[in-house]
C-alpha cells in the first residue's frame, strides 16, 4: 500500500515501496557504553529504513558501529537514545515472536549435536514435534548441500560447511529476518564467493520474503549480495551514506564481471574513504 | 606414500596396551632382582613373589576388607560429587556467590584436607565410617565444584546469544547449551575425584576406623613389621583405585561419543 503524498524513492528494484511496507525502521538510534575511559558513543543519530524482502549490508571499518546496529536490531542490546521498530513490534517482542535468524562470524555449532540436531536447535527450542523438525531440518540441509552429512559431526566438517550448517540453522523456521554478523569473515576467498552465490540462492533472490541485514567488511561482498549497502563510519558510528546497488538479480558469477559491478565497488570504496 | 607412515591397527594396539605392559614386567622383575641380589631384608622391603604370596593365600579376605573402604570412598565421592555439581549450578544462577565461593576452592587444591581426618574423627567417631564418608566427601567437593562450574560458563557469549534469539528462557539454556558443554570438565572432576576418593578412604583409617578395612590393616600390619600382608592390601586398594578409575572412563566414552571420538 502506498500512503498518499508520499514518493516511494526511486533508489533501487527493491528499495522501500512505502513506510507500511518496512520490515526495520530505525529512527534516531544512539548507542553509548560505558567504558574505563568514560562513556563511549558506539552510534550516534542513525536512521535506516529496510523494506521487506530487502538485503541490505553494513559496510565500514572497525569501531563504526556495523555489528552494534545489527545487534540492536536483533534485541541483543538495548538503544540508549531513539527507537527501533521490527514489523510494527518493539525489538523485543519481535524476537519473542521469533523473527530473527542469526549467523555470526564463527558458525558457533553445538559440538554434542550431530549436524542435523544442530539445524533442528531453533525448532527444539520452539517446542516442534520430532518428527517435524527432523523432516524440516533434513529439506534444509538438503538445500544447502549437505544431506549426507546429515549424521556427521561439527568438528569432521570444514570450515565452510560448518558455516554452511549455521545458515541452515538460522533459515530452518523461517524466520521473516536474517541477521548475519560477518558470516564469511573467517573463510577462505573461494569458499566465500561460493557461499555469497548460495546465500543468495537459499535467500531466494528478489521475491524473496525474508529481510537480510548482512555486515561486513568486504566491499565486493557487499555490492554483489546486496539491495543497498549501508556505508558506515567510526567515532561516532554514523550512516556515511546508503548506495543502491541496481545489479540485476539472480545475480550470479556474470555479475562480477558487470561493468556495473566495477563501478559500484569504486563507489562504495570512495565514499569509505571519505568516511 | 610410504608405508611406515600409516602403522596397522595391530601395530597402534601393540603400541598403547604392550609397551605399558612391558614397563610393568621390567618393574617387577627388576624389583625381584634387587630385592634377591641386595639380600633386602623382608621387613623393608619384600620381593614381589613374596607379596604375590601373601595376596594368593588370602585373595577373598583382602578384597571383603576392600570392598568395605571401597564403600566408603563411593558414598563420600557420591555425596561430594553431586554436592558439587549442584553448587554449581546455582553459582552459575547467582554469580556473587561463584565470586565468593570459586577462589577458595581453587586454594583448597593446595590443602591437605585428609589432614582434618583426625578432626573428622573427633566430630563424628574415629571409628564410624561417617568421618571416613566425610573426609572424601570434603576432598571431592572442591574440584568437582570448580571444574563443572567452569564447564557451564565455558559457552561462549554467541553461543548464548543464539539461544536468546530464539527467545530460550534461562532453563532451556541451561539444559541445552550450559549442560551439555559442562561434560568435559564433569568428567574430569569424576576421574579426579575417583582418584582422590580411595586415598581419602584409606589414609583417614589411618586415624581409626572399621576393623576389617584397607587403611586399619594396612597400618596395623605394618606396625607388626608384616610388610607383605601390607603391601598385599596396597595392591588390593591400587587394584580398586584403578578400577573405579576406569569405570568412569568407559562412562565418558558412553555418555560423550562426540568428544572421545574427537580426541582419538
Same mark, same amino acid.
Given at each position: ?91 523485543? +517482542? ?101 557461499? +555469497? ?79 | ?71 566408603? #570412598? ?147 600390619? #605394618? ?42
Amino acid at each position: 500500500m502506498i500512503t498518499p503524498g508520499y514518493e516511494a524513492p526511486t533508489l533501487a528494484p527493491s528499495a522501500p515501496a512505502a513506510a507500511t511496507d518496512s520490515a526495520v525502521i530505525v529512527e534516531q538510534v544512539s548507542k553509548m557504553y560505558q567504558s574505563n575511559a568514560g562513556p563511549v558513543t558506539a552510534l550516534h543519530e542513525v536512521s535506516l529504513t529496510i523494506g521487506r524482502g530487502e538485503f541490505i549490508a553494513l559496510i565500514g571499518p572497525s569501531g563504526c558501529g556495523k555489528s552494534t546496529l545489527m545487534r540492536l536490531i536483533g534485541d541483543l542490546d538495548q538503544v540508549t537514545k531513539g527507537s527501533i521498530t521490527v514489523k510494527g513490534k518493539t525489538p523485543r +517482542q519481535a524476537r519473542i515472536d521469533r523473527e530473527y535468524g542469526i549467523v555470526f562470524q564463527s558458525p558457533v555449532l553445538y559440538d554434542w549435536r550431530t549436524v542435523r540436531k544442530n539445524v533442528e536447535l531453533p525448532l527444539e527450542v520452539m517446542g516442534h514435534p520430532a518428527n517435524e523438525r527432523r523432516d524440516r531440518a533434513r529439506a534444509m540441509l538438503q538445500t544447502v548441500g549437505l544431506r549426507d552429512f546429515e549424521n556427521a559431526f561439527p568438528w569432521q566438517l570444514s570450515g565452510g560447511m560448518q558455516q554452511r550448517v549455521a545458515i541452515a540453522r538460522a533459515l530452518v523456521f523461517e524466520p521473516s529476518i536474517l541477521m548475519m554478523d560477518e558470516p564469511f569473515g573467517a573463510l577462505d576467498e573461494m569458499t566465500r564467493e561460493r557461499l +555469497q552465490a548460495e546465500l543468495l540462492k537459499v535467500w531466494g533472490g528478489s521475491e524473496s520474503d525474508t529481510t537480510v541485514v548482512f555486515v561486513t567488511h568486504s566491499i565486493s561482498e557487499a555490492v554483489f549480495l546486496s539491495d543497498r549497502v549501508v556505508v558506515m563510519s567510526p567515532r561516532p558510528g554514523r550512516i556515511e551514506t546508503v548506495i543502491p546497488i541496481d545489479l540485476p538479480r539472480p545475480r550470479n558469477k556474470k555479475t562480477r564481471e558487470m561493468p556495473g559491478f566495477f563501478h559500484l565497488i569504486t563507489q562504495v570504496r570512495d565514499s569509505l574513504r571519505e568516511s | 606414500m610410504l608405508r611406515q607412515i600409516q602403522p596397522g591397527v595391530g601395530r597402534m594396539l601393540a603400541l598403547t596396551y604392550a609397551l605399558p605392559m612391558v614397563t610393568f614386567i621390567l618393574v617387577i622383575a627388576l624389583w625381584e632382582a634387587m630385592v634377591v641380589g641386595f639380600g633386602i631384608p623382608l621387613y623393608l622391603l619384600p620381593a614381589p613373589s613374596a607379596i604375590w604370596e601373601v595376596f594368593a593365600s588370602q585373595p577373598a579376605f583382602l578384597f571383603r576388607i576392600g570392598m568395605t573402604t571401597f564403600s566408603q #570412598a563411593l558414598s563420600g565421592f557420591v555425596i561430594g560429587c553431586t554436592l558439587g555439581i549442584l553448587v554449581a549450578a546455582i553459582c552459575v544462577r547467582w554469580r556473587v556467590l561463584a565470586r565468593g565461593l570459586v577462589p577458595f576452592s581453587v586454594a583448597s587444591n593446595a590443602v591437605p584436607i585428609v589432614a582434618l581426618s583426625p578432626l573428622f574423627g573427633i566430630w563424628l567417631g574415629s571409628t564410624s565410617p561417617a568421618s571416613k564418608i566425610a573426609v572424601v566427601a570434603v576432598m571431592t567437593f572442591f574440584p568437582t565444584l570448580v571444574n563443572v562450574f567452569r564447564g557451564l560458563t565455558s559457552p561462549t557469549p554467541d553461543a548464548i546469544q543464539l539461544l536468546r534469539s530464539y527467545a530460550a528462557p534461562e532453563h532451556v539454556i541451561f539444559f541445552k547449551l550450559r549442560l551439555p558443554a559442562s561434560l568435559p570438565y564433569l568428567f574430569n572432576a569424576l576421574k579426579i575425584s575417583a582418584t582422590l576418593s580411595m586415598i581419602g578412604a584409606v589414609v583417614a583409617e589411618f586415624f581409626g576406623g572399621l576393623r576389617n578395612s584397607l587403611g586399619v590393616y594396612i597400618k596395623s600390619e #605394618a606396625g607388626i613389621l608384616h610388610t607383605r600382608e601390607a603391601w598385599s592390601a596396597i595392591v588390593v586398594a591400587s587394584i580398586i583405585g584403578i578400577t573405579f578409575y576406569t569405570i568412569i572412563v568407559i562412562a565418558e566414552r558412553f555418555v560423550m561419543p562426540w568428544y572421545t571420538a574427537r580426541q582419538r
